[in-house]
């Protein structure tokens, strides 16, 4: 879960999760949108994909990249569950509580 937690940490790499939202991309594609050198592009990547938020295939000189949004939705729900907020996936199970009011 800490791997999850750094590789969101960034955001240039929460910028490329948002881009792989909406689908597959090459790696060529993403560096296009991000200005960044591609080593530096490289780097992300890796972290991302030792998180496992990404998945990537390469095609001769091509990779593409996907997200991988069931890692990070598990991620998400083991951190709720550790400051026990009753989350399940999707939505809450019950509502918070308002806090008692401090008396002085």
Do not use: C
Not at 11 to 24: D, S
Not at 29 to 35: G, K, L, N, T
Not at 58 to 64: D, L, R
Not at 66 to 90: C, I, R
């Amino acid at each position: 879960m800490s791997n999850v937690f750094k590789a969101l940490a960034d955001p240039t790499r929460r910028q490329i999760l948002q881009m792989l939202k909406a689908g597959p991309m090459g790696a060529g594609e993403i560096a296009d949108r991000v200005a960044i050198q591609k080593s530096t592009l490289s780097a992300h990547f890796a972290v991302l994909r030792e998180a496992g938020l990404v998945g990537s295939e390469k095609s001769g000189k091509t990779i593409t990249y996907w997200l991988n949004a069931t890692v990070l939705e598990e991620a998400l729900l083991a951190f709720a569950g550790a400051l026990d907020l009753n989350l399940s996936a999707g939505r809450a199970d019950a509502p918070t509580p308002a806090p008692a009011p401090r008396k002085s």
